[in-house]
């Protein structure tokens, strides 16, 4: 009996330590929206008529293995893995977010990513450009984001 009492408070422990941790971490946060609901866990960075304004292009193609390759287009940016976390804004450099049907799937820091096999039906892929610090680049309050539709 003691040892079931023991497992249940070390478990209690462990779910309340993890529940508390995961409800913290902002990289958690799997929600995108057409506005910028899915953008608020690290703000907007708006980019002034100083900088040139970053452009994102996308194209997903299916290999023959039958998985399918996100290739990005880029005009002023440029991928900076090595200054992600940075706290000052960054407006041509950064990074980009991966996202298939809202959900966010990983950070991407070059042109091409592997996305394996997608669901069976329609896949709305979008990617957003990030800045250094995490927030999502804007120009006049829209995301400089990018999204195609895959049919699978």
Do not use: C
Not at 24 to 52: F, K, M, R, W
Not at 57 to 67: K, N, Y
């Amino acid at each position: 009996m003691e040892k079931v009492r023991s497992f249940s408070s070390f478990l209690i422990l462990f779910l309340g330590f993890f529940f508390y941790y995961t409800s913290q971490n902002p990289h958690n946060d799997h929600t995108l929206a057409g506005g910028d609901a899915g953008h608020n866990d690290h703000g907007i960075v708006e980019i002034s008529e100083a900088y040139h304004v970053p452009n994102i292009d996308i194209h997903v193609t299916q290999d023959r293995s039958g998985t399918w390759l996100l290739k990005m287009e880029l005009i002023h940016f440029t991928f900076a893995p090595e200054r992600v976390g940075e706290n000052a804004p960054s407006y041509n450099e950064g990074h980009a977010h991966l996202y298939i049907n809202g959900e966010k799937i990983n950070r991407l820091y070059g042109e091409y990513y592997n996305l394996g096999a997608l669901p069976k039906g329609k896949n709305e892929i979008t990617v957003t450009l990030n800045s250094n610090n995490h927030g999502v680049l804007s120009y006049k309050g829209k995301p400089i984001q990018t999204s195609v539709i895959v049919e699978n």
